[in-house]
């Protein structure tokens, strides 16, 4: 990444042009950046070696003469993350700096804003896949079908986060256990907020509250990016369901204490070695 020189900077601009533009070529790059030729080849070559970008063929507009086929350039899933990485340090330097001059609540107040913002959309994703958000209790004479109700909207949830990025999936565990806490686990193989989040835990605290909400029972994290974990772990409990406040209601207002899996029952069979939670230590600046 870059050390400062001019010569750094101008390859982070390259960079950049081919994520926002890309399929681009050398000479579109040359013309957007007012480049000589020369010096586009020169850091094309070295974003290419470091495995930032590759070649693509140019669909071809229009006929052609005899010669090489136009190429393009576009970002590899490494130049991807260089690329979001460069935006995350300008969003984590602007939080520090929100957090000196107004306090952590001030920070707190702005993650639960910002997951605000994806609650809807997540309530509206599973709205149109047919999936009611909060408990219903209409249909559901027993546990089970509770417990059924609860597995359909997990999945429709995972489904809605998949389409926001998270990469998300869900699977059944403790379902063979007289321990009382079958349930279901909610994983995220990826966090579109893993760089901030790893600093600011809000947004891991805030993501998991509208989790509950959504899904309308109390909900436990146990693992996550931003705390080094490999995915983000969330056990959704159907063995023992208990409601959980509405957003309308709102945090505050929950009558019940937060859902707390018991740790000297967990299983390792159960949860892989995932169940100790993830504590998060902002770094001092």
């Known amino acids: ?66 010669g090489r086929p136009a190429r393009a350039f576009v970002l590899t899933d490494r130049g991807q993350e260089q690329l979001q990485t460069s935006y995350d340090d300008v ?39 047919g999936q009611a958000t909060d408990r219903d209790h209409r249909g559901a004479t027993d546990g089970a079908d509770e417990a059924a109700i609860l597995d359909e909207r997990t999945s429709a949830l995972a489904e809605a986060l998949t389409d926001e990025g998270f990469a998300a999936s869900v699977r059944p565990v403790g379902q063979d256990t007289d321990s009382g806490l079958a349930g279901l686990q909610l994983c995220q193989g990826h966090c579109p907020v893993r760089h901030v989040a ?14 509950s909400r959504v899904l309308g029972v109390h909900v436990q994290r146990l ?38 899996i018991p740790q000297d029952e967990l299983r390792d069979d159960i949860l892989h070695d995932r169940s100790r939670p993830t504590t998060h230590e902002r770094p001092s600046r």
């Open 223 to 260: 693992a996550t990016l931003a705390g080094g974990e490999h995915v983000c772990t969330t056990f959704v409990p159907t063995g023992s369901i208990r409601p959980v406040a509405t957003l309308a209601q709102g945090r505050d207002d929950a009558s019940d204490p937060p859902y707390r």
């Open 198 to 211: 790893s600093e600011f835990h809000e947004f891991c605290d805030a993501e998991t509250d509208v989790i």
């Open 91 to 129: 969003a984590t330097a602007a939080l520090h700096y929100l957090a000196d001059r107004a306090g952590d609540g001030a920070v707190t107040e702005f993650a639960e804003a910002q997951m605000a913002v994806l609650e809807q959309r997540l309530r509206e994703a599973m709205s149109r896949s």
């Open 1 to 66: 990444m870059s050390d400062g020189s001019t010569e750094s900077r101008t390859r982070d601009h390259v960079r950049r042009a081919i994520g926002v533009t890309g399929p681009v070529t050398a000479r579109e790059l040359a013309v957007q950046l007012d480049l000589t030729p020369a010096a586009v080849r020169r850091h094309l070559d070295a974003l290419a070696q470091e495995g930032s970008i590759i070649e693509r063929e140019l669909a071809a507009t229009a006929p052609r003469g005899r």
